[in-house]
């Protein structure tokens, strides 16, 4: 990361300090002589995070039952992405995320991280591997009795940093966070925007290639969530950092990640570009997330009215999504030109994600003409849902 750094990077507005400073030579601390933490041959190039047929079980205990937390995940997580890992309470998204900086090991497969098999570490070489990885928790478990300062130098310190050196590095991690003036002050002296903002410095400190973040923002206002994703965005970008974060929102997935995985049940049941979970949900649960969500769901009215069956003369309520290419088309006004098939919009939304456009709508069309229609938007690149049907 130090050969990343020292070049004239641009700075967005959200990096306090300036990227060129952040490095102080801490790497020299992290032994990267060290065999057990050089990138082994094997390794996919790209590839930093790697579950390969990954097991966990946590075994009974009294008269707690065993749980088997993760089955058969295999997973690849690019170097330099932000991968989303959404999922329900108990899909085993902690359990994944922990395996990965081995505070816990799989009970089968491996978790290798840049080539190395974690589950594999114990002593020094797992606590290299570890300095690699920073972490950041929903409740920011920052001591209490440390300043702001004392909590980033922390790690250093148990790395072995010299007094120069962590004065320098927290200095500058303060600066890129935003919190140069609260160096001196307590967790209970910051806000919990600011107090997740010293975590991610901390995890910085000792310039880790990814990070992980177990619902880092849950619990933070929607404003503070979105300086919080920014943050994590620009470092992201500017350092290379890899992000794995767990996350029950799929508003964070949206501001942040590449690629989204929807755990359940311990297991991985849909994985793609976050493009593609929006706009093309395929799992149950998928759609579950996207419950809340006003622009996709029926109006309650009419909700009340759908019939599963079309009746004579009725009208069938669809929901039509467009994708990149046919999203700015105008296959609507076609269709009650060409085909002279009349269309009664209901709710519409038109967005970008990914810097690509999208857009669904929600309409009505006589049910005598619903399958002619249907045909003609899937000869123009448009999918279509039926919803059901109103008299
Ligand atoms: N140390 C443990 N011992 C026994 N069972 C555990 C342990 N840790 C997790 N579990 C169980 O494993 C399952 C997955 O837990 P996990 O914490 O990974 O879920 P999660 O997706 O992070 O949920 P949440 O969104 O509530 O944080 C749950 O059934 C949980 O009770
Ligand atoms: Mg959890």
Do not use: C
């Not at 943050?231 to 989204?260: Q, Y």
């Amino acid at each position: 990361m130090t050969a990343d750094l020292s070049g004239n990077l641009l700075r967005p507005a959200a990096l306090h300090g300036r990227v060129s400073d952040f490095s102080t030579g801490i790497s020299a601390v992290n032994d990267t002589t060290a065999p057990a933490v050089q990138s082994q041959q094997g390794a996919l190039a790209g590839e930093l995070i790697k579950f390969d047929n990954v097991r966990k079980v946590f075994p009974a205990r009294g008269t707690a039952t065993e749980v088997s937390a993760l089955h058969d995940v295999s997973l690849s997580v690019r170097a330099g992405s932000v991968m989303g890992v959404i999922g329900r309470s108990g899909a085993g998204k902690s359990t994944l995320i922990r395996l990965v900086n081995g505070l816990d090991k799989p009970t089968g497969g491996r978790v290798l991280f840049d080539g190395v098999d974690v589950g594999g570490l114990t002593g020094r070489a797992l606590r290299q591997t570890q300095r690699q990885i920073g972490m950041i928790f929903q409740h920011f478990n920052l001591l209490s009795s440390r300043t702001a300062f004392d909590n980033v130098a922390l790690p250093l310190e148990i790395a072995g940093a010299d007094t120069a050196t962590i004065a320098k590095r927290v200095n500058a991690l303060l600066d890129l966070v935003g919190l140069a003036d609260k160096r001196d002050r307590y967790p209970s002296e910051l806000s919990g925007g600011q107090k997740q903002r010293v975590g991610i410095a901390r995890a910085l400190a000792t310039e880790p290639k990814a990070l992980l973040s177990d619902e880092a923002t849950s619990a933070l206002d929607p404003e503070t969530t979105r300086s919080i994703l920014d943050l994590l965005k620009t470092v992201n970008r500017e350092l290379r950092l890899t992000i794995l974060l767990i996350t029950h929102e799929m508003s964070v997935v949206r501001a942040i990640a590449d690629e989204v995985v929807v755990l359940e049940g311990g297991s991985v049941v849909e994985h793609s570009d976050v493009y593609d979970i929006f706009t093309q949900p395929r799992h149950a649960v998928t759609h579950s997330f996207f419950a809340n969500d006003a622009g996709r769901q029926l109006p309650e009215d009419l909700k009340a009215r759908l019939q599963p069956y079309a009746a004579p003369g009725g009208q069938t309520v669809v929901r039509i999504v467009f994708r990149t290419a046919s999203a700015d088309e105008a296959v609507l006004s076609k269709l009650t030109r060409v085909l002279s098939i009349d269309i009664n919009i209901i709710s519409a939304t038109v967005d970008t994600l990914a810097g690509k456009p999208f857009g669904w709508i929600i309409a009505s069309i006589a049910s005598s003409s619903t399958s002619q229609a249907i045909a003609f938007f899937e000869r123009n690149g448009v999918s279509t849902e039926v919803l059901g049907h109103v008299a």
